[in-house]
């Protein structure tokens, strides 16, 4: 009953119990030792003066400690508007740009006759690569509101870790660039790591961090590899790209926050690797990253091999 009160009435109350205590047991203790009457008036101002800077000392710590509460709430929610309003800014740019991308390519497709074949492919390639950039930002957005409504269902199984990441590696050839080289770190005995996860979820999370490093590495190379012991897969992406300053790097996880660096000339909804961090969490697992600027970033995951 009483956590249900509000805190204007919990004040209240403790207001008048702590004077009701200090009027019957100090009046009954101060009668007990002073019966004479100059004394006991003189007392009794003493003893008021007591409770009022005995009780303003409490009700001050429990005044500012409540202020202090609402002030950090009103200035985490003045943030997270701050945030949401840029992320909006950022998904509406992101996603204009594929759609812009797709109906002008589509409308050049429509006048099939005077199209020559080679450019036919290129146009379709294009709406394609567009497309599934679209869905990626599509995605990342139910993900993140599926994360936040805490609706988000696991389905674990058995897997082999090997083939796994050399699948999601063959997903991401297609955005190899030239100057780049993919590199597996895999250990010899590596195939056979069995660990018990979500196989999609984990996907999930390959991709975005496999994906960002190739994405942020214009020359040099990415290594994608993993270790294991009997507890525990410890997974890592490294790339040789752009990296984060060691300011940011303590908020890359947070959403609908992104790299300054990497939002300016590569764009995105900053919403990769706060998806990452939530569905490594709901794994099991932690996730971190190590990283240099204009030296390349290395991201660490780790997962158990075994749960429940």
């Not at 003189?42 to 409540?66: C, D, E, P, S």
């Not at 812009?100 to 036919?120: H, Q």
């Not at 590569?266 to 600027?293: D, F, M, P, V």
């Amino acid at each position: 009953m009483i956590r249900k009160l509000k805190f204007e009435n919990k004040f209240l109350l403790l207001y008048i119990f702590l004077g009701g205590c200090w009027i019957l047991f100090s009046d009954h203790v101060v009668l007990l030792i002073v019966s004479d009457t100059e004394t006991l008036s003189m007392l009794q101002t003493y003893k008021g003066w007591f409770y009022v800077l005995f009780t303003a000392l409490i009700f001050f710590r429990i005044i500012k400690k409540h202020i202090v509460k609402l002030r950090n709430a009103e200035l985490k929610a003045v943030r997270n508007d701050q945030l949401k309003t840029k992320f909006i800014q950022n998904i509406s740019h992101e996603i204009r740009t594929p759609m812009n991308a797709i109906v002008g390519f589509s409308e050049l497709m429509l006048d099939e006759e005077s199209i020559e074949p080679e450019t036919y492919q290129f146009y379709a390639k294009n709406i394609a690569g567009n497309s599934n950039q679209l869905l990626s930002i599509i995605n990342n957005v139910l993900d993140i509101s599926i994360i936040e409504s805490g609706n988000i269902k696991l389905k674990k199984e058995n897997i082999h870790l090997h083939p796994l990441i050399r699948e999601v590696l063959g997903n991401l050839q297609s955005v190899l660039k030239e100057e780049v080289t993919l590199v597996y770190d895999f250990p010899e005995n590596g195939e056979g790591v069995e660990i018990f996860t979500d196989r999609t979820r984990l996907q999930q999370i390959l991709n975005n961090l496999i994906g960002n490093a190739l994405k942020f590495t214009e020359k040099g190379q990415v290594s994608v590899g993993y270790t294991a012991n009997k507890a525990e897969v410890l997974i890592f992406v490294k790339d040789e790209g752009i990296g984060i300053s060691k300011d940011e790097l303590s908020t890359i996880f947070n959403r609908f926050i992104q790299s300054s660096t990497g939002h300016k000339n590569y764009g995105g909804t900053g919403l990769g690797l706060a998806i990452s961090r939530e569905l490594c969490t709901l794994l099991g697992g932690k996730i971190w990253a190590e990283s240099e600027l204009n030296k390349g970033t290395t991201f660490y995951l780790t997962l158990p091999l075994r749960s429940e």
